[in-house]
């Protein structure tokens, strides 16, 4: 009988602590940061329960944004993602980034930095997908008519931000390592 209790305190405990962990962890990431973390699961869960998967009418379409000028598609193709994975892993990378800088800047500018960068990302893409279509020996037409979704492009530029404020010559992401001069 006194083992059942004591194996019924410590799952008790167990339980308890993991919550109050969580709990504390949730409480530490800044306000800003944690509601990325809210839009875009609440985003992907929505999408989940309506079905709605073809992502053509809020993707990033460079001939969509080129030709119909649908400049939405800049910002909304950020928020969604396609899978549990793309949402749960892209949301892990941007909680230690998005919270470290937001203490360092604040959340209104971190909040300018994430549609500046979304902005530039964006301009780039259009850019790399224009050149790619006029290149004279091979054209790459397809890749005006490619779908890009999720917030990966902002982690890796908040990468390169954190790596250049912080000083360090290069930063392990898992397998791979970036050198990066200060």
Same mark, same amino acid.
Not at 113 to 121: C, P, Q, R, W
């Given at each position: 009988?006194?083992?059942?209790?004591? @194996? &019924?305190?410590?799952? $008790?405990?167990?339980?308890?602590?993991?919550?109050?962990?969580? =709990?504390?962890?949730? +409480?530490?990431?800044?306000?800003? #940061?944690?509601?990325?973390?809210?839009?875009?699961? #609440?985003?992907?869960?929505?999408? &989940?329960? #309506?079905?709605? +998967?073809?992502?053509? @009418?809020?993707?990033?379409?460079? /001939?969509?944004?080129? *030709?119909?000028?649908?400049?939405?598609?800049?910002?909304?193709?950020?928020?969604? !993602?396609? =899978?549990?994975? !793309?949402?749960?892993?892209?949301?892990?990378?941007?909680?230690?980034?998005?919270?470290?800088? $937001?203490? %360092?800047?604040?959340? %209104?500018?971190? &909040?300018?930095?994430?549609?500046?960068?979304?902005? *530039?990302?964006? %301009?780039? !893409?259009?850019?790399?997908?224009?050149?790619?279509? !006029?290149?004279?020996?091979? /054209?790459?037409?397809?890749?005006? +008519? $490619?779908?890009?979704?999720?917030? *990966?492009? %902002?982690?890796?530029? &908040?990468?390169?931000?954190?790596? /250049?404020?912080?000083?360090?010559? /290069?930063?392990?992401?898992?397998?791979?390592?970036?050198?990066?001069?200060?």
């Amino acid at each position: 009988m006194k083992v059942c209790e004591f @194996e &019924l305190l410590f799952l $008790e405990a167990v339980n308890v602590g993991l919550s109050t962990r969580a =709990s504390q962890w949730w +409480d530490s990431i800044p306000f800003f #940061t944690s509601a990325v973390v809210i839009v875009c699961g #609440t985003i992907y869960l929505i999408c &989940l329960l #309506t079905g709605y +998967d073809t992502f053509k @009418e809020v993707c990033f379409l460079p /001939s969509a944004v080129v *030709s119909q000028f649908q400049v939405y598609r800049i910002y909304t193709s950020v928020i969604f !993602h396609g =899978s549990v994975l !793309h949402v749960v892993f892209n949301m892990l990378a941007f909680v230690p980034l998005g919270s470290e800088l $937001e203490r %360092i800047m604040g959340s %209104i500018r971190m &909040l300018c930095m994430i549609i500046l960068l979304a902005t *530039s990302n964006a %301009i780039f !893409h259009l850019i790399i997908a224009f050149l790619a279509v !006029h290149i004279p020996i091979n /054209s790459f037409q397809y890749l005006m +008519d $490619e779908c890009a979704i999720g917030f *990966s492009g %902002i982690i890796f530029s &908040l990468i390169v931000i954190e790596t /250049s404020l912080s000083g360090a010559q /290069s930063r392990r992401l898992v397998f791979l390592v970036l050198a990066m001069k200060s």
